[in-house]
């Protein structure tokens, strides 16, 4: 059973409305070798995150709005897009647009089809730089700054080691530890040479591999929800697979998001009400194996080769799903501990972790939140 007050509710005033939040204490637990700032370029709050939610909404909401949606299997899981307006065709469409562009980006940056943008930079490892269009190369750049910020346990890299689980076979075993140790040779995103010149990225070391799992997902996400906006939907939600963005307010009211309990993943163990932000989940219950009674997921700790130990779910709330997607992995292999002190030193970023004991910890937003 989780260990915290229970139904957790919260009014997450604190993302962008009213005033700013409090400022928070250094994180000493993490020197990084360089300062860290509050988020890359690409990724910084809207220029109206201090603004009240009903200011960056419509000025109408209609309780008689046209909804559609569409549900179906991509980059790996369930992806779900709803909007809402007053003109059906005009739904239609935008939502067309916005399937249309996430599996554009899938069919780009995926690493299990050997003919994606991204698969070229692999295939290419220890033999010569490859030169990428400006949207991967931007991702990259954006993955490699999410491995500075985590302390290296965000790391696009891991797939040297990734690859040798494998989560869909009849009867799973354990790598061989030999293998494993040759693959944490390979890992490391430092190694990664980019020339912004060039737009070129280069795995050094044949057998290096780097995978976008854990970040692509938020862009994606990202991306409809601006295509959608584009199309001139003010009010919707896009959903792939736990890495989740909404705007406006459905028939009013804020978004009511669910986070599932890791052990029991009918049920929600907390209702998260918000509106024009991105709620990210990362858990240990989507693609695993157990050997020995020993659960082993797909969240690599790039240190070791090997699953993350210590958390079982990880749960961001931030502006942008592509910082939260990245940010909940890297908390994820980082614990609890180490993953709040983080979450203290980054402006408009909040967590909630459920540890291997079934313990949950909240970051001070939500701490005060919960109290109010």
């Known amino acids: 059973m989780l260990r915290t007050v229970l139904p957790l509710l919260y009014t997450l005033s604190l993302l962008g409305c009213g005033s700013a939040p409090p400022a928070r204490p250094p994180a000493d637990s993490l020197q990084p070798s360089s300062p860290i700032p509050e988020a890359p370029p690409e990724v910084q709050p809207h220029p109206d995150a201090r603004q009240r939610p009903s200011e960056l909404l419509a000025s109408e909401d209609p309780e008689d709005l046209f909804k559609a949606e569409r549900h179906y299997a991509g980059m790996g899981t369930e992806i779900l897009i709803e909007a809402y307006g007053d003109q059906q065709a005009l739904l239609e469409r935008a939502l067309d ?53 985590t302390n290296s346990c965000f790391d696009i890299s891991y797939a040297g080691a990734g690859k040798l689980w494998d989560y ?85 009211q804020t978004w009511r998001i669910g986070i599932r309990d890791p052990r029991h993943k009918e049920h929600m163990f907390a209702i998260i009400p918000v509106a024009n932000t991105s709620v990210v989940t990362s858990g240990d219950y989507e693609r695993f194996f157990e050997v020995d009674g020993v659960r082993y997921h797909h969240i690599i700790d790039p240190r070791s080769g090997k699953p993350s130990q210590g958390v079982t779910s990880v749960t961001v709330i931030a502006r942008s799903a592509e910082f939260a997607d990245a940010l909940a992995t890297g908390i994820f292999v980082m614990g609890a501990e180490a993953g709040l002190a983080l979450v203290e030193r980054i402006r408009e970023a909040e967590a909630v972790i459920v540890d291997d004991q079934l313990d949950v910890h909240l970051s001070s937003g939500l701490q005060t939140a919960k109290e109010k």
């Open 97 to 149: 647009a916005a399937v249309a562009e996430l599996e554009r980006i899938e069919v780009k940056m995926t690493s299990w089809n050997d003919t994606s943008e991204l698969s070229s930079i692999n295939l290419a490892a220890g033999d010569a730089p490859v030169v990428v269009s400006e949207e991967l190369y931007a991702l990259i750049e954006r993955a490699l700054y999410m491995s500075e910020l």
């Open 168 to 252: 869909k076979a009849a009867q799973p075993k354990l790598p061989d530890e030999a293998a494993v140790a040759a693959a944490l040779e390979r890992i490391g995103w430092q190694k990664l040479v980019l020339d912004a010149e060039a737009r070129s990225v280069f795995l050094p070391q044949e057998g290096m591999r780097i995978d976008l799992g854990g970040i692509a997902k938020g862009y994606g996400v990202e991306r409809a929800m601006e295509v959608l906006v584009e199309h001139g939907i003010k009010i919707a939600m896009v959903n792939a697979g736990g890495d989740l963005k909404v705007r406006g307010k459905k028939a009013g």
